[in-house]
T-cell receptor, first 113, second 116 residues
């Protein structure tokens, strides 16, 4: 009930291409879905987050697509750049009330020049 | 802003010694702070959740007598790894949430612990 499944485990994309990372959750009570970006040796940084009242959220080159009925959400990185090479984690939790983040296992993205 | 700092950024210690890691929220008061451990190429594993002035809540399998957490103020939480052993070597990351009622977490930069 608490799992968040993330795929793919690793991804290589050419510069300028679109990177797509998918996550699926099980707990229908979850209503907060953030994506974190982590560079080697650094802590995760919040990239973008979505709540179920919208099906898509866009911030610059980063877009979250959310499918409530399928219990899936995905991160799209448009015009991927070598500087986007990092590990990306999806997570899910309740937005309010006592809840901890349930993380996916992460996706290592490499954007080739 | 929502900046969280950790100190030290890395530490090397001998087996059997204790190490203290500090986590501070620099520009906000943190209702709740979280401590995670991350092994290479793995996801973040929640160790414990702490609220200011109360005892920490530890996740299953985390030894509370080994990983001492003190949340003395709304801007400071500390994690002490007692009697450290080489298997405790890991990347320790804290996060904090604001008193807004949401579960948004803001992460620190992490502390690399190496136990020799």
């Amino acid at each position: 009930q608490q799992q968040v499944k993330q795929s793919p485990q690793s991804l290589i994309v050419q510069k300028g291409g679109i990177s797509i990372i998918n996550c699926a959750y099980e707990n229908t009570a979850f209503d907060y879905f953030p994506w974190y970006q982590q560079f080697p040796g650094k802590g995760p940084a919040l990239l973008i987050a979505i709540r179920p009242d919208v099906s898509e959220k866009k911030e610059g080159r980063f877009t979250i697509s959310f499918n409530k009925s399928a219990k899936q959400f995905s991160l799209h990185i448009m015009d991927s750049q070598p500087g986007d090479s990092a590990t990306y984690f999806c997570a899910a939790s309740l937005y309010s009330g006592y809840s901890t983040l349930t993380f996916g296992k992460g996706t290592m993205l490499l954007v080739s020049p | 802003g929502a900046v969280v700092s950790q100190h030290p950024s890395w530490v090397i210690c001998k087996s059997g010694t204790s190490v203290k890691i500090e986590c501070r929220s620099l520009d906000f008061q943190a209702t709740t702070m979280f401590w995670y451990r991350q092994f290479p190429k793995q996801s973040l594993m929640l160790m414990a959740t702490s609220n200011e002035g109360s005892k920490a809540t530890y996740e299953q399998g985390v030894e509370k007598d080994k990983f001492l957490i003190n949340h003395a103020s709304l801007t400071l939480s500390t994690l002490t790894v007692t009697s450290a052993h080489p298997e405790d070597s890991s990347f320790y990351i804290c996060s904090a949430s604001k008193p807004s009622g949401s579960n948004e977490q803001f992460f620190g930069p992490g502390t690399r612990l190496t136990v020799l």
